[in-house]
């Protein structure tokens, strides 16, 4: 009984054993050159609290590859945060004044007939100093610069 099952057995599995032998699914391919690696790098900036942006670029050759990656820093973003802590902590003036160092902000102020303040002055005080002194005012402003030349 027991060489009849082994009989059996051996009919039955011989032919697959020897069919998966004729049968090679695996290959190997072999290769002389190495596809080009060049990756940019990835720069994270997790932190929403972060004034930053991030960039990165790669570029690869049959030869030479490059991969670069850089921070940016956004000013206006931390001239915005500075000031608004400064207006938190109480010193109102001083948060002003920090926005004031942006030509847009400086010219919307003077014309609000607001200007910005000026070495500790406001208010009108602060007009005339600008006024008398347009080379303190930010580069780019339009209504200090303009008014100076008109009076002179």
Known sequence: ????????ALV???PSILFAADTNTSSTVV???APPTASAPSIVINNSDVCKSAASAAIQTQILGFASGITITDE???RLKLARSMYGMGMKVAGVAL????ARVFDAMWMAGTPCPY?????DSAQASWLANPNDAPSESLFVKK???TNE
């Open 147 to 149: 008014k100076v030349k």
């Open 76 to 78: 206006n973003c931390e």
């Open 12 to 14: 039955l599995f011989y």
């Open 1 to 8: 009984m027991k060489l009849k099952a082994i009989i059996l």
């Open 31 to 33: 290769t002389d050159k």
């Open 99 to 102: 926005l004031c160092q942006d």
């Open 119 to 123: 070495k500790g002055q406001i208010g």
